[in-house]
């Protein structure tokens, strides 16, 4: 090493505290190599509810109360003094269209979702609950890739490398051009994107990886999110897509950091039941393209396989002729999708009964229950009430309204609506039918499964050959269509 420059005695030698505020630049030779030697970032802690710092951890924020909201964060990063930037703005018109091209996965469930496939320099993060699939999905996904010649690497920061192989092994995902990694720290994760330069990344799971440099444990809400951060950066610099599997809580939530959801680009979450084979993939958030569509899998002996006819699956189990089931054609993004919704009714003990949904809002529900004891004269005020929409499938929009209404008043009546029937529409408070989007994309769906009848709004479009439409113009003449007030 050559010998350091004698101290210029003009030069007032201060201590180089690293903070915030930055420094003066007036720093002796030896200070600054000493700082260069040891770099220890100073780390501050920080509200993620009001955004007021602390220097210490403590369990509530003393400015707003929330209780467990600091989290860590770096400091120490001296402010550049202010100059030209180094991209200057420009006029709008002048900037050039993103030009960057999915990449196709070769696994079609994922690429509908995503839109044509992942975007090279974009980072995805995909949510689920633990065993739902994650790990099998990116391991296949990124195997496709590989065959399709991307270099493509798997860092395992939960599972060791050799049960990654093992699985890789049952999945045929033992591609050439597939490296992998078990590693849990952030600099051996950004060390293997230097020496492996892959196109694709999956970080498996990003609450496990960490930076030694941040005091704080892994899977902390600072570690997640200044690691998330780290590899956005990454994955920009290099122009690799980067896809980063996180945890969900029991509520729905990301373990910890929602957070990151604003720093990446896209966000899909994986859902489903963990003893059913169905799983659904969705993007709750996507920069590159729209988040509508829903994407089909069966969990199988040989990893996740694609689901080419949701609706017959769907409908694979529903057992015709059972008084409280009706057949609706929902969209769950822009896909189509026939979906049974079930209601079943149960003399009360409790004093204010329930009203329970599974993929239907519940107050959704009570608003349908007060429209069919107001305006038809259907009460089932001492009744507990429970509706589904079986399958797993959250149907959220109002064109669910009047299959719920149909379900329960077929289940007062113990009269089954008749099998080759679906129903669809909005109802509203005055029990009217109101039209629902894209119906003709549900009546075409509803035709090609087989159904022949077809209840809707009086505006709705004429359904396809085949199909008989029994138009109505409220819930009680949607009754009378369905044969339910025998
Ligand atoms: P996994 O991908 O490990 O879930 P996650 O990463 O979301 O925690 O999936 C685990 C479950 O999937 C496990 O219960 C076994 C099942 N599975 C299969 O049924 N078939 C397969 O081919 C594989 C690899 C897993
Ligand atoms: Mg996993």
Request: negative net charge.
């Amino acid at each position: 090493m050559a010998p350091l420059p004698p101290p210029d005695p003009h030069l007032t030698v201060i201590p180089v505290p690293v903070s915030t505020t930055g420094h003066d630049g007036r720093v002796s030779p030896s200070t600054a190599t000493s700082a260069r030697r040891s770099p220890k970032p100073r780390t501050t802690f920080r509200c993620s509810a009001c955004g007021a710092g602390a220097a210490v951890w403590a369990g509530r924020c003393s400015a707003c109360g929330e209780w467990n909201t600091l989290a860590e964060e770096r400091v120490g990063v001296a402010l550049d003094p202010v100059g030209a930037p180094a991209e200057p703005a420009q006029r709008i018109a002048d900037v050039g269209a993103n030009d960057a091209v999915p990449l196709a996965t070769g696994i079609g469930e994922l690429d509908r979702v995503l839109g044509g496939g992942l975007v090279p320099g974009s980072v995805t993060l995909l949510g689920g609950e633990p065993g739902i699939g994650k790990s099998t999905l990116l391991l296949q996904t990124v195997a496709a890739m590989a065959e399709r010649g991307h270099d493509a690497l798997y860092v395992t920061a939960e599972e060791s490398a050799a049960q990654v192989r093992g699985r890789a092994e049952r999945l045929g995902a033992l591609a050439e051009r597939l490296w992998l990694a078990a590693d849990t720290t952030l600099p051996d994760v950004v060390a293997h994107l230097d020496a492996v330069a892959p196109r694709v990344v999956v970080v498996d799971s990003i609450q496990t990886v960490h930076d030694p440099e941040l005091g704080s444990a892994p899977g902390a809400v600072g570690q997640v999110r200044e690691c998330a951060q780290r590899l956005v950066v990454e994955a920009r610099a290099r122009g690799a897509a980067v896809v980063l599997v996180g945890h969900v809580t029991k509520d729905g939530g990301l373990a910890g950091p929602r957070v990151l959801e604003h720093l990446v680009d896209t966000v899909l979450s994986c859902e489903g039941d963990r003893h059913h084979a169905r799983r659904l993939l969705r993007a709750a958030k996507h920069r590159c393209g729209g988040t509508g569509e829903l994407g089909v899998f069966e969990m199988s002996d040989t990893g996740l396989v694609g689901v080419d006819d949701p609706s017959a699956l769907f409908l694979a189990d529903r057992r015709a002729g059972e008084a409280g089931s009706v057949v609706v054609p929902v969209l769950d993004g822009g896909r189509p999708l026939l979906v049974e919704v079930q209601a079943l009714l149960a003399p009360t003990t409790i004093p204010t009964p329930r009203r329970q949904g599974q993929g239907i809002e519940n107050g959704r529900l009570g608003m349908l229950l007060a429209v069919l004891a107001q305006r038809v004269g259907v009460s089932v005020a001492d009744q507990d009430v429970w509706v589904t929409v079986a399958g797993g499938v959250r149907a959220s929009e109002p064109a669910v309204d009047l299959g719920v209404a149909l379900a329960v008043v077929s289940a007062v009546t113990g009269v089954p609506v008749p099998g080759d029937l679906v129903a669809c529409g909005e109802v509203g408070l005055a029990g009217e039918l109101r039209q629902v989007g894209r119906l003709d994309r549900r009546l075409a769906e509803a035709a090609r499964l087989g159904f022949r009848r077809v209840l809707v709004p009086t505006t709705a479009p004429t359904p396809p050959e085949g199909c008989l439409a029994l138009r109505a113009r409220g819930l009680r003449e949607a009754i009378t269509a369905a044969g339910l007030d025998r």
